[in-house]
């Protein structure tokens, strides 16, 4: 069963920085694309990163250069740093996995099948 757990969200002040984290159980953590979507009250949910089995990565354009995403096979845990937070940036954070490219999840053309609970980020200007 895929157990997919976050943590490191919180409140920070515009400008500022926070790494979440993931950790995956249950599966076979280095062959699945791994991700980062976020959902605001009212709006749609939106891909912001994903790390391909490969290591390739794919960026939402509102993130790229401020975000990074990163996976640790060995420990089974994916990452997402997050620096020069703006308040667009809030919203409730999950981590994603399945099969396929994570291209396709930040292009809003694929959905992954499997989520994690979710870790709040809010940014205050």
């Known amino acids: 069963q895929v157990q997919l757990v976050e943590s490191g969200g919180g409140s920070v002040q515009a400008g500022g920085s926070l790494r979440l984290s993931c950790a995956g159980s249950g599966y076979a953590f280095s062959t699945f694309v791994m991700g980062w979507f976020r959902q605001v009250p009212g709006k749609e949910r939106e891909g912001v990163a994903a790390i391909n089995s490969d290591g390739t990565i794919s960026y939402q354009d509102s993130v790229k250069g401020r975000f990074t995403i990163s996976r640790d096979n060995a420990k089974n845990t994916l990452y997402l740093q997050m620096t020069a937070l703006k308040p667009e940036d809030s919203g409730m954070y999950y981590c994603?996995?399945?099969?396929?490219?994570?291209?396709?999840?930040?292009?809003?053309?694929?959905?992954?099948?499997?989520w994690g609970q979710g870790t709040q980020v809010t940014v205050s200007s």
């Open positions: 994603t996995a399945d099969y396929g490219n994570g291209a396709f999840w930040v292009a809003q053309r694929a959905v992954p099948r499997y």
